[in-house]
């Protein structure tokens, strides 16, 4: 017999054993730790591309290290909804989380899309203040 107990109450709804109910407890506090943890380190990194992004648009130095770290904040970013789904976050956490991972896409898109119509590029600093926007919204 499992160590986990169910009440069926509907078939889709069960209830936990309060020990079972307490180690889920704990899980969703340590995945909320996490969350916020990400959060505050990604926005940290979004203060350093705008830093960066100012020295290549103001010539100090190549755009480089902000592709760079453009691509790492992108891939960072997937790991929030994850966390937030995985972790049973609230709702409205793990819809923010999905929003900033799906504008991060967004973003990186505008680039190449801007190549090749570069009025398109423009929205790129304007995605980046919603992805700050959003970002900060869970810390």
């Known amino acids: 017999m499992s160590a986990t107990k169910y009440i069926d109450v509907e078939p889709?709804?069960?209830?936990?054993?309060?020990?079972?109910?307490?180690?889920s407890t704990r899980n969703n506090a340590r995945a909320a730790k996490a969350h916020?943890?990400?959060?505050?380190?990604?926005l940290g990194a979004l203060a350093f591309q705008l830093f960066f992004a100012g020295l290549g648009v103001?010539?100090?130095?190549?755009?480089m290290p902000h592709a760079i770290l453009g691509?790492?904040?992108i891939l960072t970013s997937f790991s929030l909804p994850i966390i937030a789904w995985?972790?049973?976050l609230e709702r409205a956490r793990v819809w923010r989380s999905w929003l900033l991972a799906g504008l991060m896409i967004v973003q990186g898109l505008l680039i190449d899309v801007g190549r090749i119509v570069p009025l398109v590029a423009a929205f790129h600093p304007v995605n980046?203040?919603?992805?700050v926007l959003i970002t900060f919204s869970l810390i």
Do not use: C, H, K, N
């Not at 209830?15 to 180690?23: G, V």
């Not at 103001?58 to 755009?63: A, H, L, P």
């Open 58 to 63: 103001f010539q100090v130095y190549t755009f």
């Open 86 to 88: 995985r972790g049973r």
């Open 71 to 73: 691509a790492t904040i």
């Open 128 to 131: 980046a203040m919603l992805l």
């Open 36 to 42: 916020r943890l990400i959060a505050r380190m990604l």
């Open 12 to 23: 889709d709804v069960a209830l936990l054993t309060p020990a079972a109910s307490e180690r």
